[in-house]
């Protein structure tokens, strides 16, 4: 016997299949790329795929406190990877570290997300007052998932301009 | 007296809103490219910003048809930058021409887009046939939405490397 699924249900099943699918191609992108292709440039001057990495882990594991959902686990990772350019700090993880990082914090949230009730996910986000959400409803924990799923998306672009010749 | 909205509206709401924010922001960027910078690579033997002006206006044009809300007006660019790889097609129309296509499309999309309830954007797309659709609710025009909302995110992360220096 099957349950119906209720139309909020879907909505964020929907969403969700975004996510998971959005989040699923760069997986494979960046299991595609050797150590050496990691530090390629995405184009003459622009980012390496490496700090791509680092800047996807940071940005995607900020979800949880701004989902308020918990804490982030790679807060670390946000001077080199978020607030600093590529190249400006020398210092980075290991890139095995970093993949591993990477893989981690993908099933984390994968983990995270699904446990969420269509209710849960129209609560308010993080950076939005309560008195605000008031009148402001759309600033919900699914328009951060939105948000960074269009993120992830505007690196795959970038990702797969990656000269895998070499 | 304000009316309150549904949870349902809410999701549609919020899905909209990611599409407006990231069709604005490739938007903006077209906008900011001159004719000539619009014949720049994204990238070294890559797609010109204007192959991806004409994929883009005939992407989302399509899902015209794939939402099942009528016909799509652009079909006759599918050839040249869709099928196509960028250079292979020399006849393309002409840059002005291609900025109205872009603006009127979006306008035509958003107004189609902004009249589905909720109800609606849980109905099947195009390319789903109703036997399947039951086992696979996900399968909705909805899903369309988030999909070229990321497929334009995706772009757009290759427009802002163009050179704008020249």
Redesign the interface.
Known sequence: MTTA?T??Q??????L??WNT?AGRAFKIFDSLSDEQLLKE???G?NRGLYLLGHLIAVNDAMIPQLRLGEASYTYLWESFVKQRDRAVSDLPPTAELRQNWKDSLAQLSEMLSNLS??D??ERHATVSEEDFINE??R?R??IL??R???L??????LV?IDKSL
């Open positions: 699924i139309n909020e879907l909505f964020v099943k929907t969403a299949a975004s959005t995405i184009a003459p622009k269509p209710s996910w129209l409803p759309h919900n699914l328009a939105l948000s799923t269009g993120h998306s505007y690196h795959i672009g970038q301009l």
